[in-house]
């Protein structure tokens, strides 16, 4: 929960501070968490090019996992994914 | 002082706007606002104003770009009626939750159905929660008064909310009454120069306007609109204080008329106080202590100010041009709110009337006043329709 008294916010909500949407995790509405399993996946990057966030985390050209402070569940990745390495695992189970 | 002008309540709104030189205006004509985007069009189509006038398709539209550029940091007006009103309504409370400081004139006119293009304030007591202060006008010279303030009280600091000047359809925005105008300059140095706020064209200082805000953020920005209403009634004053000086005409939010040694008082808005005031002198002659209260700010509603005029009144009745079907008039729910707790409250009864342009005669509000001095009104009554 955030904890900014309503005088400490900008008039109407609006944001001043550039850049600042990384920093409300929107990871916390999700209700299905994508899992991959890489002895399936090439790597082809469609789950980067696809996540309508900035969830998929890429090294030295390779997919590594998922950013789940902001991954909000979609299953776009998964829906897309060629190979069929990511799967969708319900939360909280 | 300018010249004096025989000119009707749309026209000198239109005028005001051309003292004002807003940087935008947008909007849809709808009856009985149109003369006032007719007039303020050949304005800007003579080259009298600097203004960017947009003819949008629909009063959605046209509030939906005055909001997109007021946040770009222009000086905004906008006009509508009844169902246009209506059909801006989603984007009346972004407006007002954005901060956007809008002046817009509204022609006071029914809602269907019937389907009826005369006065009352169903249009504007529909739009009372939605964050706008609302101040209305009795006559023309009003029309023309507030709307100049309207722009000072709108882009205060501490307000940034925008602003409704209503005045009564077809009654005082067709009528042609005399108008005192003040001269260019005068106007021009009174509103000064149009201070933005985090504009959205300053590119050095990024902003998003109108970003979501969830269960965690919502209610404190609500709130600030809540604070920023708090500041309205005193920065109204000050624009009002300031005006006297450079018109000579001295407004109040609220306005008694011979209500010091009154016992009983009909409380209005609009054109309507008008009537009333002459009424009231009337039966001041015949020896009846009468009086009569003008509300002129109705968002924030002036509780205090009409508490101390009323307190100690034997009875009260409140006159309302519209009707909350179910229960009464809003201004009757708001008059009784602000006396509820005073020593010996008057007894308050109610008084729809005047619905869909229906007329008002002296002799009906002589009757009003009758009744409020026989104490034998019901809580909520009809004045003058065929029951």
Request: glycine letters at 8%; proline letters at 4%; charged letters at 20%.
């Amino acid at each position: 929960m955030a904890n900014e008294r309503s005088e400490e916010l900008p008039a109407g909500g609006m944001i001043t501070d550039v850049g600042n949407s990384k920093n409300y995790k929107t990871g916390e509405w999700r209700s299905q968490r994508p899992e991959v399993d890489k002895d399936k996946c090439t790597n082809c990057l469609f789950c980067w090019i696809y996540c309508p966030d900035n969830s998929i985390i890429v090294e030295d050209e390779k997919m590594v996992g998922f950013k789940y402070s902001h991954c909000k569940g979609c299953g776009i990745c998964a829906h897309q994914c060629p190979a069929k390495a990511i799967t969708m695992k319900e939360e909280g189970l | 002082m300018g010249r004096p002008l025989a000119i009707n309540g749309d026209a000198a709104i239109a005028l005001a706007w051309k003292q004002v030189n807003p940087d935008v205006v947008a909007a849809y004509p709808i009856t009985p606002q149109t003369i006032m985007v007719e007039a303020f069009s050949d304005y800007v189509a003579d080259g009298q104003v600097d203004t960017e006038y947009i003819c949008a398709e629909s009063e959605h539209s046209a509030m939906s770009i005055c909001i997109g550029a007021s946040a770009a940091g222009a000086r905004v007006a906008t006009a509508t009626a009844s169902a246009g009103l209506a059909l801006m309504w989603e984007m009346l409370y972004i407006a007002a939750s954005m901060r956007t400081p809008i002046v817009m004139a509204i022609a006071n006119r029914t809602l269907s159905g019937p389907i009826n293009i005369h006065c009352d304030h169903s249009d504007t007591m529909g739009a009372r929660d939605s964050g706008w202060v609302q101040l209305y006008g009795e006559n023309v010279q009003e029309a023309y008064d507030n709307t100049i303030m309207a722009f000072r009280i709108a882009e205060n600091m501490k307000v940034r909310l925008p602003v409704m000047t209503c005045i009564d359809g077809f009654i005082i925005t067709h009528a042609l009454e005399r108008l005192e105008t003040l001269d260019d300059q005068v106007v021009e140095d009174f509103i000064g120069l149009y201070q933005a706020t985090r504009p959205l064209l300053d590119i050095g200082n990024p902003t998003t306007y109108g970003p979501i805000a969830l269960p965690d953020y919502f209610y404190e920005i609500k709130y600030q609109q809540a604070v920023a209403m708090g500041s309205v009634a005193a920065v109204t004053k000050e624009v009002m204080a300031d005006y006297a000086k450079v018109s000579g005409r001295r407004y109040k939010l609220v306005e008694g008329y011979r209500t010091e040694d009154a016992d009983h008082v009909v409380v209005a808005m609009g054109s309507t106080s008008g009537t009333l005031r002459h009424v009231v002198d009337r039966m001041r002659e015949r020896g009846s202590k009468v009086g009569s209260v003008k509300i002129r700010l109705f968002r924030p509603f002036p509780s205090e100010e009409l508490a101390a005029i009323l307190k100690g009144k034997k009875g009260v009745a409140v006159m309302d041009r519209a009707l909350s079907p179910g229960t009464g008039g809003a201004l009757y729910s708001d008059v009784l709110q602000s006396i509820h707790d005073i020593p010996d409250a008057p007894k308050v009864t109610n008084y729809i009337y005047g619905l869909g342009g229906r007329d008002v005669m002296p002799e009906q509000l002589e009757g009003v006043f009758e009744e409020v001095m026989a104490g034998n009104g019901e809580r909520i009554n009809f004045m003058g329709v065929r029951i």
